[in-house]
Each structure stands twice: as C-alpha cells, then as structure tokens.
C-alpha cells in the first residue's frame, strides 16, 4: 500500500456568496496519476490554486508529504517540492527558454544579490553551471532543446505548454500540478503530453494532480479521477468506476437520447433509493 | 545575458560555460578590452575636457543602471532616484569627515547606507504598483531632499558639505586625469557586477517578478524579498554614483538632487532601453552628449548670418533647452524600446545584408 502524498480535508472556499469549493476532501497516493474532471466553473482550477498557494480555503486543511501546508505562501511550497502549471499560460515572457527553466532552479540555487555578481570567486559560476546541466536533462527530456535560446514569449502555444511543464520539472519536485495540459493543443501534441505525463511519472516518480477536459487522455493515463461539480466533490475513485456513473456519463461521454433519458431515470432512482 | 540565437560561423561552444558568457560573441568581448584599453590612454590623448564628460558619464552611468535594475528589469518605478543618489553623495563625505574612514572605504559603504534608505522608502512596493509606487517614491524624493537641506549633523545643511579627493597609499585622484581611471575602474566593475547580477540568481529572480509575479511565486521566488531587493540594489549602485560625484567635485550642496534629477535617470534609461545592461549606457552617453553636441550646433549657428539676428542669439539658450525635450520625444515615439534595441537592430542589418532576414 503506497501512503498519500497529499491529503486534502474539508476544504471550502467561497468569493463573497459564491462559493466555489465545499467540504471537498481526497488523498492523492504518492507516485499516482490523479486526474480532477467537471464542467466549467466546477471549482477545479480553485482546488488546484488552494493546493499551490495562491487562495486561502476558507476552512479545511491541506497536507503535502507530511507536513501542514494550509496556510504556507505559494514559495515556501515551492521549497517543499510542489511544482505547478497554469491553463493560461504564465511563462516568463522576455526570458528565453533556458532562462525561464534555469527560474525553476530558483529555490536549488544559493548565491545571491552579493555573491552572484562576484561570478568567478564566489563560485557562483560553479553552481550556475550545475544547474545548468540539470536543465539541460529537463530540455533533453521534453524534447525542446532546439528552441532553448528562444524567447518564450514567441513560441507556439504547444511549445509554450511544453516550457511551463519543463520549468515546473526544474523545480525537481515531488508533486505536480497541471492545469489543463492538454488544452487546445492538436492530437499530436496531446499524444506527446500525455507521453511526457507518464514519463515524468514513471521515470522520475513525479506525483501528478492534473485538470483535463479530454477524458479519452484522463481515463487512459490516470490511476485515479475525481469528479466535481458546483464546488462539491461527486465521486473519486478508479477511471472506470468514474466512468461507470451515470452523471459522468451523461455530461461526458455523450449517450443516445434514449440512453439519455433512462440513464436519467437511474439517476433519478438512485437518488430516490 | 547572451540573447542571440544568430551567432556567426565558426563559433561553437562547446560548454555550458561558454554557453553563458556576458558578451554575445568573442569579437564583441574583444573589442570591448581594446575600447577600455584605448580609454586607459585617454588622458595623455584628449583634452581634459572630454575626461570631465567621461567621468560624468561614469557616475551617473552607475546609478542609471541601478534604476534600470529597478525600473527595466524588475518592473518597479522610482521617481526618487536623483534623491538616493544625493544621498550617496552625502553620506560618503559624511563618513569621511565625520569618522575619518579613507574614502576608498567610504564609498562602497555609502552604497550600503544608501541601499538601507532606499529599502526602507522601497517597503510600499510590497503592496502597491504602477503609478501609485510612483506616487510613493516621490516621497522619498522630497524627504531626503527636505532632509538634505536641514541635517546639519549629515549635510551641513544649506552650507554643503565638502568632500576630500580619493587617495590611495598616499596617492590623491585629485585631478581630472588622475579621476578619470578611478571613474573608469568603477564603471567597468559595476557594469560587469550587474551583468553578472542579471545572469545569476537573482537577477532572473527579479525578471520573474517583472514578467509573471503570480508564476514567480510558484516557482518559490519570495515576491515582497525580491521587490525590496531591487530597490536595495537600485539605490546601492545610486549611493556608488553619488559618492564618487561628491569626491569628484569635492563638494556638495543640496540644490543638485531634485526631482529634476530623478526624470533625467528615468529619460537616460528610457532612450536607452529598458531592461538593458548596455542600453543602460547607450543613454547615459546619448544624455551626457546632447547637450554639447547642441551646445557645438549654438556655436556654429552664431558664426553664419543668423547669429546677426537679435532674436535667435537671445534665443539659443532656450531653443537648445527645447531640443533636448524634442528629441527625447522623438526618440520615445520612433524608438520607444531604446538604443539598445535600434543597435540590435543595426547590427542584424548589416550581419544578413543584403537579405532582410
């Protein structure tokens, strides 16, 4: 049995009268691939802010790797080993690409505003290019190292998503958050992503919390998936139990109209029952 | 630093060392050592007139590139910089007066004095951004100044206070000549320091807090730390600059450090380039140099028949004012991203001549 890395209890968070998470409580297995499905607005991208720092839940608490992470700010979770991307894009724009992944080094790297400009005596030069080699493993990995001195900001959409994952696998983390990974990239590129998921997984043993809309991608290479809808957890468990129930079903996978409205009547009758 | 994804044939690099140099191409690392070695025998060659205006350009050159690495690469705004600059002026010949510390020591402890100040008028741009900062700054602005002109103790209050020369075993930089190395020297080691600060840590750091501060956060970049440090390093490279001014001159008086000054290291940095090292100089050199190519431009306007006419010679003072705000103008509306970009751009011209790309 392998223990969580992540453990969320009763988190709830609300903007005003909105609120977009309630009482939503799961553990993420250490080494696992765990996937958060849900129409627009389900409050996805807020749970994944809650666990990356950038909201405060309301109430609840959030624990990563043992350690109460609730009310940290999102760099010291970037010291604990929590490495994320955004759905829309958040790279470094001016930086080349190199520059933009060598950001993710960030909390690795010691030298600072004194002996980094003393480059060659303090070794600062040293650690720079040890670090360098480390991203150079993460280039390699994700197949970008023609466009390492580019500028992030004119890369294509696809390569941009590709830097973010890179940069936050700088990060050498123990968790990683995706947000949509796979968003409004061509089938191509989404074989390629999810390859780069599994690898990260599977090679570096690199826990995976991800939002995706495209559940062909999210039952294939996930170990588990969680359902929400209006702030509330519906179901979490093996894809295909997920895949199993009917709500899933109706909103996801698309059913006949018959099929339609019996699975509605099960519902109904679950409900009742 | 090195940006260009073009380099020339025949230059490989074959480690990440030489992946990671401060000047692009070996040519160009090059020609900058024989340009410094050239300047070295400037002052048995030129006139020690040029010098004055080379060492003008040293020490505000230094402290335009500590705004820049406020303004250009983090991302903040300060209009208090000429304050800070003033300030690193004082309190160098404050020190040495005051304490007796040679002034070899007193200048880079005025960069740490200065860095403490500036940080504590840098705590709103923890919270507040834009034009608000910018609102925020000018505070500080108008209370060193008002500080200046009545701390006695510090400044001398309305009198000034003088400053002795640099010396070193024994030797005074007193004169032009003798100024113009130790003007040099600085330029050169702070210029590399800032390029050596923009490709470590630190100054990715701060283009990360310029370019996505939400991200910068994720990625483990404490916001409020590299918000203030930007403003430490800023006004530590405004004391270094204030405090080689005041044992240039000798003297300084608390009229010199206006707001005045302030927009003038903004106006350097912006016809400059933003967010550049060299950029940063460009328009140091550009500022110091407009007004004595217009002065020149007066001269040889009075020699022809139009310096007959009344009306012009008493005009020429003002109308040479009124072209240095024009060609800034021009310059923010044709090159609003710098010399520094306009010289990339040059370059690349001639590198695929006769293709345009």
């Known amino acids: ?273 | 630093m090195s940006s260009l994804t073009m380099r020339p044939c025949g230059d490989f690099r074959t480690s990440y060392k030489q992946d990671n140099t401060i000047f692009e191409t070996r040519t160009i690392r090059n020609f900058a050592i024989i340009a410094i070695a050239l300047l070295c025998a400037a002052p048995y060659l030129v006139d020690a007139y040029y010098l004055t205006l080379f060492i003008q350009i040293s020490y505000l050159g230094i402290a335009a590139l500590g705004l820049n690495i406020l303004v250009g690469y983090t991302g903040q705004i300060s209009l208090g910089h000429g304050a800070f600059f003033g300030f690193g002026a004082f309190a160098s010949a404050w020190m040495n007066v005051s304490f007796g510390i040679p002034v070899v020591f007193c200048i880079p402890l005025a960069g740490f004095l200065t860095m403490g100040v500036g940080m504590v008028f840098g705590l709103p741009a923890s919270r507040i951004k834009g034009l608000y900062l910018a609102i925020a700054t000018l505070a500080a602005q108008f209370i060193l100044e008002d500080f200046f002109a009545r701390a006695d103790w510090f400044s001398g209050g309305s009198a000034g206070s003088s400053a002795d020369p640099i010396s070193l075993f024994g030797f005074a930089f007193d004169t032009d000549e003798s100024f113009f190395y130790v003007a040099l020297f600085a330029l050169v080691f702070m210029y590399i320091w800032g390029c050596n600060l923009m490709r470590s840590r630190e100054g990715r750091a701060f283009i990360a807090v310029r370019d996505h501060y939400l991200s910068a956060e994720i990625m483990g970049i404490k916001l409020n730390k590299y918000r203030l440090l930007s403003f430490g390093v800023s006004s530590f490279y405004a004391g270094i600059g204030g405090a080689l001014y005041a044992h240039y001159l000798g003297y300084v008086s608390a009229e010199g450090f206006t707001l005045f000054m302030s927009i003038q290291f903004l106006a350097m940095i912006i016809i400059g380039g933003l967010g550049s090292v060299k950029g940063t100089l460009m328009g140091v050199v550009f500022m110091v140099f407009l007004p004595e190519v217009l002065e020149s431009g007066v001269g040889l306007m009075k020699m022809t028949e139009w310096g007959n006419i009344p009306m012009v010679v008493d005009g020429l003072a003002y109308i040479k004012e009124m072209a240095i705000g024009l060609v800034i103008i021009l310059f923010l509306i044709f090159e609003p991203e710098g010399m520094a970009h306009r010289w990339a751009q040059i370059k690349n011209y001639w590198k695929f001549y006769p293709f345009s790309y």
């Open chain 1, 1 to 273: 049995m392998t223990s969580s890395i992540l453990n969320i209890e009763q988190i709830s968070l609300a903007f005003g009268g909105v609120k977009a998470l309630t009482d939503v409580s799961f553990s993420v297995k250490k080494g696992s691939v765990f996937s958060i499905i849900g129409p627009n607005g389900a409050g996805k991208t807020s749970m994944l802010n809650c666990i990356s720092g950038r909201y405060q839940p309301n109430s609840g608490s959030i624990t990563f790797d043992g350690k109460n992470v609730t009310n940290l700010r999102p760099n010291d979770r970037a010291d604990l080993g929590m490495g994320r991307t955004f759905q829309n894009l958040a790279l470094f724009g001016h930086m080349s690409v190199l520059d933009n992944i060598m950001v993710g080094r960030h909390h690795l790297l010691k030298n600072n505003w004194l002996t980094g400009p003393l480059y060659w005596a303090s070794g600062a030069q040293k650690e720079e290019l040890e670090h360098r080699r480390k991203v150079e493993e993460v280039i390699d990995f994700l197949e970008i190292s023609h466009i390492r001195k580019s500028i992030a900001g004119t890369l294509s959409y696809g390569l941009r998503k590709r830097v973010e994952l890179a940069r936050a696998m700088a990060l050498n983390p123990k968790l990683i958050l995706l947000d949509e990974p796979m968003a409004g990239m061509n089938l191509e590129e989404k074989e390629d992503m999810a390859r780069y998921i599994l690898d990260l997984n599977e090679e570096f043993g690199i826990t995976v919390v991800m939002i995706e809309h495209d559940m062909g991608v999210v039952m294939d290479i996930s170990h588990e998936v969680m359902v929400l809808d209006f702030g509330k957890k519906l179901i979490c468990g093996l894809p295909e139990e997920v895949m199993a129930d009917p709500y899933v079903k109706r909103a996801y996978l698309g059913l006949e109209e018959s099929e339609e409205v019996s699975a509605e009547q099960q519902t109904t009758l679950e409900e009742v029952s």
